[in-house]
């Protein structure tokens, strides 16, 4: 992580700081939900490269495993950030949607379109964009995500069909979730959003992220908020961040999540 992004917990902007702590009804719902979407209450397996691997519950609450039944690999504090950008704009009526590029099975989503409903929202719209296949197979000039070759990875394959079934099974398969299905180049352009106040980018590599930012961070209105979940494990991710920063002059500060999540708040 670079020095330059500082701790969450000391983010000067952090309206909410005594949100996580909270013991009303909202915040015991969604940290049972987050248990529950992440399996670390349950017996799960992880899926290593040679097949099927014993549970670790530390893994699997930073968020470091592949799980085999979670429909969520982010861990529990990657949750609790986004519970708190979810109850922060919801609270201070910041508008918008919310969105996740690169949704894998759909835990992030369902969680954000619960946050919603738990934090008393009636409008926002929760978009669920991926292409529900898998990755792309990157540029070869892009020779860090060759090299990080998740394009392989069957597990990251997806189906629209699993994921819908994912959001049912939370009972949160309605009119407020959307699914962009497809590539994020062929999607993400012409998505039918007008505002965001979260955008949430987990696309992993170079052109996903810069795809993602190019199309829906001129969306995301002051107030709201940008969270890169493969910031610090994805070199591809962490370039494209840097390299769409840079460009657009942006100087909002980076927050540190955890090992590999940040975020910031858009400002201007």
Known sequence: MSERIRDAND????TESDLLREKGPEHLYLDLLKKVLTRIIFPDRIMGAEGEEPFDPRAREIGKDWP?????MVGLKRLDNLE?????????GV??????????????AIFMRAALEAYGDTEKVVWAADSFQGLPRPDPSRTSDVADALWTHPQLAVSLED??????????LDERVRFLSGWFQDTLPEAPIERLSVLRLDGDMYDSTMVALEALYPKVLPGGYVIVDDYGAVQ??????DDFRA???IEDEMHEVD??????????
């Open 163 to 172: 994921v819908r079934a994912n959001f049912d099974r939370y009972g949160f």
């Open 84 to 92: 708190f950008c979810v109850a922060d704009v919801v609270r201070r």
């Open 259 to 268: 090992w590999t999540c940040v975020f910031w708040r858009r400002e201007l």
């Open 247 to 249: 460009r657009q002059g």
């Open 236 to 241: 591809g991710c962490r370039e494209a961040t």
């Open 11 to 14: 983010l000067s902007t952090w």
């Open 68 to 72: 085999s039944e979670a429909e969520t």
């Open 95 to 108: 508008p918008g949607d919310l969105i996740e590029t690169g949704v894998w099975r759909g835990g992030a």
